[in-house]
C-alpha cells in the first residue's frame, strides 16, 4: 500500500527559482522522510522530520511538516541543474525495522 | 566504502526462467528489504527482513522469494510465476536500533524479460 502521494507529479522550472513539493499520507507517523532519485540510480536519503517536528532545514531544503493535515511539504531554494531528479516522501511507523513508505514521487527539471 | 551493493545492474530473462538478483551491504544494519519501481511509479515494497533467518512479505511477494542465511546478504530471486516482472528493483537496509532511522539503497538492476 503506498502510504504517500506527492504534488505535483511533475514540475519545471528555472535555474535559480524554487522549487516546492508537497506530500500526503493516510495513517499516522513517526517520522517522514524525503529521498532523492537521479534517473536509473537508487535514492538518496536527503532529510527526516520527527512527527513531533514542524519544520526542518538543511542547506537549501527546507521542510515542513502538518500532522493535523497528513501533509508535508519540501522546499527547494535557488534550484540548480544539477538539482533535476525525482523526489519521493516516505512515512515511517517508528516500529523497528519495518519498512518505510514511498509515494509515487514528484520529477523535478531544473534549466538553465 | 561502506555501502549497498546490487548484482548485476542489468539482467535479462527469459520467460519461465527464475533468476537471482544479489544484494550486500556492509554497514551492519540488521534490517533490509527489496522494492519494486515501475517507470513513473513509486516503490513497492516486496519482501523485507530485520534479522537473520527471518523475513516478511510486503505488498507484492507473489512470484518473489527470499533468504537471509547472512546478516550481509538478502538475495531476491524472481521466479517464473511472476508475470510481469519488468522492472527495477532496489535493495536498501536500514539499522532497527532508534525510531528515526534513514534508509540506504543500493543501486538498483533493471531486469528485463525478453
Known amino acids: 500500500s503506498q502510504q504517500g502521494e506527492e504534488d505535483p507529479q511533475a514540475l519545471s522550472i528555472q535555474e535559480g527559482e524554487n522549487a516546492t513539493m508537497n506530500c500526503s499520507y493516510k495513517t499516522s507517523i513517526n517520522n517522514l522522510q524525503w529521498y532523492r532519485q537521479n534517473s536509473g540510480r537508487g535514492l538518496v536519503h536527503l532529510i527526516l522530520?520527527?512527527?513531533?517536528?514542524r519544520e526542518k532545514h538543511s542547506g537549501r531544503l527546507r521542510v515542513t511538516l502538518d500532522t493535523s493535515k497528513k501533509s508535508s511539504s519540501l522546499l527547494i531554494t535557488a534550484s540548480r541543474a544539477a538539482d533535476t531528479a525525482s523526489y519521493f516522501c516516505?512515512?515511517?511507523?517508528?516500529?523497528?525495522?519495518?519498512?518505510?513508505?514511498f509515494g509515487k514521487g514528484t520529477t523535478l527539471s531544473v534549466s538553465s | 566504502d561502506g555501502g549497498i551493493t546490487q548484482s548485476p545492474k542489468y539482467l535479462f530473462r527469459k520467460e519461465g526462467q527464475n533468476v537471482t538478483l544479489s544484494c550486500e551491504q556492509n554497514l551492519n544494519h540488521d534490517a533490509m528489504y527489496w522494492y519494486r519501481q515501475d517507470p513513473g511509479q513509486g516503490l513497492r515494497l516486496i519482501y523485507y527482513s530485520q534479522i537473520v533467518n527471518d523475513f516478511q512479505k510486503g505488498d507484492i511477494a507473489e512470484g518473489y522469494s527470499v533468504s537471509r542465511e547472512k546478516k550481509e546478504s538478502f538475495p531476491l530471486t524472481v521466479t517464473s510465476a511472476q508475470k510481469n516482472p519488468t522492472a527495477f528493483y532496489l535493495c536498501a537496509s536500514r539499522r532497527t536500533s532508534g525510531n528515526y532511522n534513514e534508509q540506504f539503497f543500493g543501486p538498483g538492476t533493471r531486469l528485463t524479460v525478453l
Open positions: 522530520i520527527r512527527s513531533n517536528e
Open positions: 516516505a512515512t515511517g511507523s517508528g516500529q523497528a525495522g519495518t519498512a518505510l513508505i
